[in-house]
């Protein structure tokens, strides 16, 4: 074991012997040790966090056609900390007849219920927090505090534009939470387990995003849901309800709503890389050949798999700022007449063609196809609805009346 | 002690104090999110018998789903959300008794078992708890008959609910 092989387990090895050096016992300088990789990995994930704002507001203005931060640093890459040193000076206003401790509490828990998705992200195959077998079901258990932490911000506030905010949010967080569940499901059929790593490592061959490119996008969509982020933010929809639950918040109290919410977007890219872009891996088995054995070297993976996971994070961006805001009525019809039963049927596709197609050699294409045939029929199904609502919105439709030009 | 007994201690102490916490506040909201972090506290629990899938769904379920859902209730439920009246009756000497009595029945019944002074044995290692269990809730001879008695118990109600919200519409 070299630092270069095994970066993480080496420094903790090192540390604890330290510890032991010093006189510890094994136990406390376990527990040392784990508190210090802790604090690293919520670090990393904080620093990231300071990148994506630039790369956020950078890539917004290219979206709208403007340059973008441009003055602090080459490229205004220093831009963050500025915004940074601007959030801290500002004044700390609590509103008249706010809730204190719910008040403050709410950004903490909105921040940290991201932060805690950190634990299982796994940035390379020897880099990574825990490796549960229940990861993909911590996903959603966690992605439950960040609902409450929007109750709790919207309720504190004691502003109506900021109630009506939470509970557009909470509403639409519940709904999609469904969608997101059985699109999470569909890499857990197809690997055999609901471990992030697992679902990883079945990928070294082959990409689960072709076997079910449907439930790649099931799961963006409702990713997106759950982000609230255009066209789903109805949360913060400026010309109605000013900016939502967080209306109230100055200084660093909106930092951490903002923070939390570009690394929230951000790890959905990188589950959206690791449920079904190989994660770290999946080099289609190159990795095995002897000239490419250094694909394997964890920095090369933690490289790859950050490099996903922004390319996720880009097409996220790019769906927030080129679509229009969606009616709320629209928002819940989308997803319990079409997405919720949309993904039960693709849940039974793919549970059914996994058992019946694994043995045989038709496996890849047999998935592939049963996808795109569900999406074909359910692209027949919808344009016969529609086209009958439209024969209908005519017969019922005022007749036009022809003037006669003279 | 070792860190899984703090860590006990810790998150019992928090049970008690926030399930105290639910029954003496007299603003609904904070009672709501005091539940929460009871039940936040029994998930942990479970996270330390090496249960991590029933820690999860507890999370999910109980914080996720019911309790947003109380929280939800009560915000609109009323506007003033401070309860004026007295918050105990004259029986609350009995009350008290009879929870004593219940407690102290309850740990001299356990005290006479003999797993609550050994100490559990370790899980093997490479035991996927989670397999079993979801082996256990499909195989005939285990708990299949249960399971689908359940799950058609949540059908009707669903189906229930169903039927109510669509009838009053009329």
Same mark, same amino acid.
């Given at each position: ?69 441009n ?20 004044e ?5 007849g ?17 932060i ?15 490796d ?14 960040g ?73 963006m ?58 994660g ?21 993976e ?105 | ?7 006990? $201690?810790?998150? %019992? *102490? @928090?049970?008690?104090?926030? &399930? =105290?916490?639910? #029954?003496?506040?007299?603003? $609904?909201?904070? %009672? *709501? @999110?005091?539940?929460?972090? &009871? =039940?936040?506290? #029994? ?7 090496? *249960? ?29 959300m ?28 356990l005290?006479?078992?003999?797993g ?53 519409k009329?």
């Amino acid at each position: 074991m070299t630092f270069w092989n095994d970066p993480i387990n080496f420094i903790a090895g090192w540390l604890r012997s330290v510890f032991t050096d010093w006189g510890l016992t094994d136990g406390p300088a376990n527990v040392i040790t784990s508190l210090i990789g802790i604090v690293v990995m919520i670090l990393f994930a904080m620093l990231i966090a300071i990148a994506l704002v630039w790369v956020e507001r950078k890539v917004v203005a290219r979206f709208q056609d403007r340059l973008g931060p441009n003055r602090i640093g080459p490229f205004g890459i220093f831009q963050p900390f500025a915004d940074i040193v601007k959030l801290i000076i500002k004044e700390d206003i609590t509103p008249a007849g706010a809730d204190k401790a719910v008040f403050n509490m709410a950004p903490v828990m909105s921040l940290a219920s991201v932060i805690l998705i950190w634990a299982i992200v796994p940035l390379a195959s020897k880099i990574y927090g825990v490796d549960i077998n229940v990861g993909v079901l911590y996903l959603v258990a966690v992605g439950s505090f960040g609902t409450l932490s929007v109750i709790m911000a919207g309720w504190a506030s004691n502003n109506k534009y900021a109630l009506i905010g939470a509970f557009r949010m909470v509403a639409t967080m519940i709904s999609y939470e469904i969608p997101m569940v059985v699109a999470l499901l569909i890499p857990t059929i197809i690997a055999g387990t609901m471990s992030v790593k697992g679902i990883t490592e079945a990928q070294s061959n082959l990409w689960f995003v072709v076997l079910s490119p449907l439930g790649l996008l099931l799961f963006m969509i409702s990713a997106i849901a759950e982000l609230g982020r255009s066209p789903f933010d109805l949360n913060e929809a400026e010309s109605e309800i000013v900016a939502g639950f967080h209306i109230e918040y100055t200084g660093m109290k909106f930092g951490l709503f903002y923070a939390g919410e570009l690394l929230h977007a951000f790890t959905f890219g990188g589950f959206m890389a690791v449920l079904f872009f190989g994660g770290y891996g999946g080099f289609f088995g190159l990795e095995k050949l002897s000239a490419f054995t250094w694909l394997s070297n964890p920095f090369i993976e933690l490289v790859v798999f950050l490099v996903k996971a922004l390319i996720g994070y880009w097409i996220i961006m790019w769906v927030k700022y080129s679509m229009p805001r969606i009616r709320i009525d629209h928002m819940l019809t989308f997803n319990w007449k079409f997405l919720t039963p949309l993904a039960f049927v693709l849940l039974m596709v793919t549970a059914l063609f996994d058992k019946i197609l694994a043995p045989t050699q038709f496996y890849v294409l047999g998935m592939f196809f049963s996808n795109i045939s569900l999406a074909w029929i359910v692209i027949e199904i919808l344009r016969r609805i529609s086209k009958r609502e439209r024969i209908e919105h005519e017969r019922n439709a005022e007749p036009v009346i022809q003037v006669a030009h003279p | 002690m070792t860190p899984d007994q703090i860590i006990f $201690l810790l998150c %019992a *102490a @928090l049970i008690v104090s926030s &399930a =105290l916490m639910v #029954v003496t506040t007299r603003n $609904l909201v904070h %009672a *709501a @999110l005091w539940l929460v972090a &009871a =039940l936040f506290g #029994v998930a942990i629990l479970f996270g330390l018998l090496q *249960a991590g899938f029933l820690a999860l769904v507890q999370v999910v379920i109980y914080i996720g789903a019911i309790a947003v859902l109380f929280i939800f209730a009560v915000m609109l439920t009323r506007r003033e959300m401070r309860d004026k009246g007295p918050q105990v009756n004259q029986n609350w000497g009995i009350g008290a008794v009879l929870a004593l009595l219940t407690f102290g029945g309850l740990a001299y019944i356990l005290s006479s078992w003999d797993g609550f002074s050994s100490t559990a044995k370790a899980i093997p290692l490479g035991t996927d708890s989670l397999m079993m269990l979801g082996k256990a809730l499909v195989s005939p001879d285990a708990f299949v008959l249960p399971f689908e008695v359940a799950s058609i118990l949540l059908l009707a109600a669903l189906v229930g609910a169903v039927f109510i919200a669509s009838a009053s519409k009329d």
